[in-house]
T-cell receptor
Framework: RKEVEQDPGPFNVPEGATVAFNCTYSNSASQSFFWYRQDCRKEPKLLMSVYSSGNEDGRFTAQLNRASQYISLLIRDSKLSDSATYLCAVTRYSSASKIIFGSGTRLSIRP | DAGVTQSPTHLIKTRGQQVTLRCSPKSGHDTVSWYQQALGQGPQFIFQYYEEEERQRGNFPDRFSGHQFPNYSSELNVNALLLGDSALYLC???????????????FGPGTRLTVL
């Protein structure tokens, strides 16, 4: 079993829709949680860090559920430019910042 | 402020050859990590360098080695290339976690390696 698991998708939704992704992690020692966005053939770019209290950045909301060991990403009012692969990632402080990524969820927004 | 830079952008090699990839970290960062991303997969941690030493290593064979220089730049070397080594190789830099900063890593644009 992979340490971080995501639904690979693809999610194909109309512009303006709300879409949500979940990600599960298996190691309860995980301490930091992130969502990265990766465009085709480009490097991952940090979208949001995810904290225990959850956090929001414009149309994006991330939540962490430590008890169930999953994190989520909600995108409201989706735009064509949101089309990308979204990577869930975790780190454990004791492992000196090694990032463990999921395989990514592909999102395609259609006009 | 320059971000993370990597060279070359693309590389084509044949099986059995050796390759060296280069990375310069973001200004102010002293820790460099390398990741391998195969098509359709998330990046996989190879190793991390700090103070010119390998601090942690992922599940990669000894064919993968690295180096960090006093100016914090880093190299990734892969010997005896296999077809399965074809991937996007990403370098990421961060401040030393011991400084109390977040474990936020900033990625370079990557080097796309094709092994024929």
């Amino acid at each position: 079993r992979k340490e971080v698991e995501q639904d690979p998708g693809p999610f194909n939704v109309p512009e303006g829709a709300t879409v949500a992704f979940n990600c599960t992690y298996s190691n309860s020692a995980s301490q930091s949680f992130f969502w990265y966005r990766q465009d085709c053939r480009k490097e991952p770019k940090l979208l949001m860090s995810v904290y225990s209290s959850g956090n929001e950045d414009g149309r994006f909301t991330a939540q962490l559920n430590r008890a169930s060991q999953y994190i989520s990403l909600l995108i409201r009012d989706s735009k064509l430019s949101d089309s990308a692969t979204y990577l869930c990632a975790v780190t454990r402080y004791s492992s000196a910042s090694k990032i463990i990524f999921g395989s990514g969820t592909r999102l395609s927004i259609r006009p | 402020d320059a971000g993370v830079t990597q060279s070359p952008t693309h590389l084509i090699k044949t099986r059995g050859q050796q390759v060296t990839l280069r990375c310069s970290p973001k200004s102010g960062h002293d820790t460099v990590s390398w990741y391998q991303q195969a098509l359709g997969q998330g990046p996989q941690f190879i190793f991390q360098y700090y103070e010119e030493e390998e601090r942690q290593r992922g599940n990669f064979p000894d064919r993968f080695s690295g180096h960090q220089f006093p100016n914090y730049s880093s190299e990734l070397n892969v010997n005896a290339l296999l077809l399965g080594d074809s991937a996007l190789y990403l370098c990421a830099s961060s401040p030393n976690p011991g400084t109390g900063g977040q474990d936020t890593q900033y990625f370079g644009p990557g080097t796309r390696l094709t092994v024929l």
